[in-house]
């Protein structure tokens, strides 16, 4: 990834080009900490929890970033190679008969099915807010989105077998590299060039080398 590192060159390409900060996350990041939500009388038990993909270090995969959440310092990504696993699974979702939850779920990262702008997702209950709204992570993307209690559902085992597809990375090999331009700038130009394209990620440890480029 080419770095700018002349300030003014980059003031002015942000002049021309009319640039603004980024502030396009899909919607607003899950907090880094579930939090607790209280058990109360004629809550929903929890009926199981999505399982990660585990990829072992130095391996090399073709992936896409699916959610910016927090820029070069967590993002997520689909595989290339699970694509026709992600589509049929989604496939097969918007045409099942819909449960509605009777009672309220109590558990953290409970896995259930949510129904948002009109397509049905698989969300982890990441916390309980009033009127009966809850935050929740979709495993598939990497967003977060308030749902209400009325569009959460029951959700087949057989989709919560299924290993979440979005992956959760940050670049690496950054503590020491001194930037000119903010964080804001770096992330900005970080999904400038990422966005939508394939990319060839290397899975190394915190504080490796740079484990992801542009093709």
Do not use: W
Request: aromatic share 10%; net charge positive; hydrophobic share 40%.
């Amino acid at each position: 990834i080419k770095m700018i590192t002349d300030y003014n060159e980059l003031k002015k390409q942000r002049q021309q080009q009319q640039m603004k900060p980024i502030a396009r996350n899909l919607k607003p990041a899950a907090p880094p900490k579930f939090t607790r939500i209280t058990p109360q009388d004629g809550e929903e038990e929890c009926l199981g929890k999505f399982q990660s993909n585990v990829i072992s270090h130095h391996s090399v995969h073709k992936v896409r970033i699916t959610h910016y959440e927090k820029g070069i310092n967590l993002f997520y990504v689909h595989m290339e190679a699970l694509d026709a696993n992600l589509q049929n699974m989604t496939s097969k979702m918007q045409g099942i008969m819909l449960k509605n939850l009777r009672k309220r779920p109590s558990s953290l990262g409970m896995a259930c099915l949510a129904r948002y702008q009109k397509k049905i997702y698989r969300v982890a209950v990441a916390k309980s807010n009033e009127d009966l709204l809850y935050l929740c992570h979709f495993v598939d993307f990497g967003f977060s989105a308030q749902i209400k209690f009325d569009n959460l559902f029951y959700i087949p085992h057989e989709f919560v077998a299924i290993n979440a597809f979005a992956m959760p990375f940050c670049l690496t090999a950054l503590k020491n590299v001194s930037f000119q331009a903010n964080i804001t700038e770096i992330n900005y130009f970080f999904r400038q060039i990422t966005e939508n394209r394939l990319l060839t990620l290397k899975c190394v440890p915190l504080d490796g080398k740079i484990c992801i480029n542009s093709h």
